[in-house]
Each structure stands twice: as structure tokens, then as C-alpha cells.
């Protein structure tokens, strides 16, 4: 049996079809070094089309197909960050700001390290981790090119990570089994190899989680997220620690996605986990994605 079985439960839990979609190009404007005004100045006068993604501060959808953006000298000097549009919501609902203590504890290739800087202007302190040094070399290019200059890269597992003070806020944004829209040949994976993966992940999910709350300051904020649409790896994560952590979960303003299941196959999730938000592709138009924002209460 093929992982079709999946496509089935992701329309029992959306209750419509589920259907691949194409992703629209999207990037960040790195504004360290540009401005949006300035992104829109370059694209007009390259003759490009784009459009602003309503949801996001930085970020704009190319609709030219035809350019390539990472051939530019404005690319190649990190005016520009290739990011999905959903993957740049997480910081975006994390709000680091100057003068914190930041910690990312998957950084690497950069994303969201790169993210967090500029809405940090640069200031404070953001320690960017992962464990696997191949990729800490890809965090370290691009953490230069985006011009960084606040930033502390440790290769370490955030499982057993320790630090010299407490953070302010921690963007988790864990490892998962992706989902169809990321990976082409995610439907055509054996069903048992593809449950086996996600007990996998679950597991070290809950581990990171349970090694973030005891890095966050009292009062400080946690945001979780995977580009995953199982619920093992999402609900099933956030009701372990609502129900076993000191944390507490917030309503997440933003307008994009839809609200966290509140059951699936016979499990009720603890109370609230719906806050946070589910991005089904065929809905937001962009890769799957799970978001929730937690608040350290002692």
C-alpha cells in the first residue's frame, strides 16, 4: 500500500480534496541591506512582475518565471532571500526584537536565522544552532552574504544544548517527514515507512520542545512549527506540552491559515491547542505548514 493513504486523511481532516499544487517563487527582502521600496524600484526597471504577499512584511511573489534572481549581483550580495512565503510566517509571529536574546535552534540553512536578524536590526544577541557540520558551513555563507554581524553559530543538538543565561524568545522550527507538496515522491513512499519516520520525528520533536522550555525566560516566547501536515507531529506535539511544560499556547492574529484541529482518528487534543494555525496548500496557496506560539509560564 502507497502513502495514498495519507492524501485520505489529510481530506478527512480538511473535509474537501486535496490536490498538489504549484508554489509560487517567492523571496524576502533582506532589509539589512534593501529596503522594500528599493526591491520594488528593481523589479520595475528589470521589467518583473511581482506582487506583494499580503501576509508577510517582506516578502513578494515573482511572477515571471523567466528571471532568475539568484544570477543577480543584488542576490549574490544578499539584498534578496529565496524563502517560501508560509516558511517566513513562524518569525513573523516569533517578532524577535533588538536587544534580545534570540535562539534558533534548527538554524541552518539560514532562513529564518537570517530572518530573525533583520527584525533584530542587527542588535542584541541571536545564537543559531545545528548539530551536523555540513550544514552549519551553508548557515555560515549565508548568515555572511545577508550581512549578519550578531549572530553566535554553535554546532550543537538543541536536545542537550545548554547556555549562559536564558533566552527571550526560541524559534523551534523542527524537524519533520515534510509533507506532498515539498517532496514529489512523498505519495509514491511505502505507508509503514512513512509512519515509522513520523514516530521518529515526533519523538525528537517532543525532545527539542522539552530542552527549548528549559532555555526560555519566564514570560518569554517559544514559537513552534514544521512544514508537516500530520498531526502527530503537530497537535499531538503542542497537547504533550500544554499538558506536561510549563507553557501556556496564544491566538495567533495573523490573517493566514486555518485553525489547529481540536480531534483526529479518535484523539481530542488538549484544550486550546487549536490556537494555533494549519496552512493547507490548497487554501493559503503555499507549502503545508504548522505554526503555534507558547508562553514560558514560570
Known sequence: MTSSYFTNRYECMLGEKIEKITLKKCIRVNTLKFSNKDAEEFFKNKKIKFTKVSFLENGYYIEDNSFNIVSTKEYLNGFFYIQEAASQVPVEILEPKEGETVLDMCASPGSKSTQMSQHMK????????????????????????????????LQADGRYFEYTSKFDKILLDAPCSGNYVVDKEWLEKKENYVIDEIKERQKLQKELLKSACNLLKKDGILVYSTCSLEPEENEEVISFALENLPLSIEKIEKNIGSQALTEFDNKVFTKNTNFAKRFWPNITKTQGFFVAKLRKLE
Open 122 to 153: 542587527n542588535e542584541g544577541t541571536l545564537v543559531c544552532l545545528d548539530s551536523n557540520q555540513s550544514r552549519i558551513q551553508k548557515l555560515i555563507n549565508n548568515l555572511e552574504r545577508t550581512g549578519v554581524t550578531n549572530s553566535i553559530i
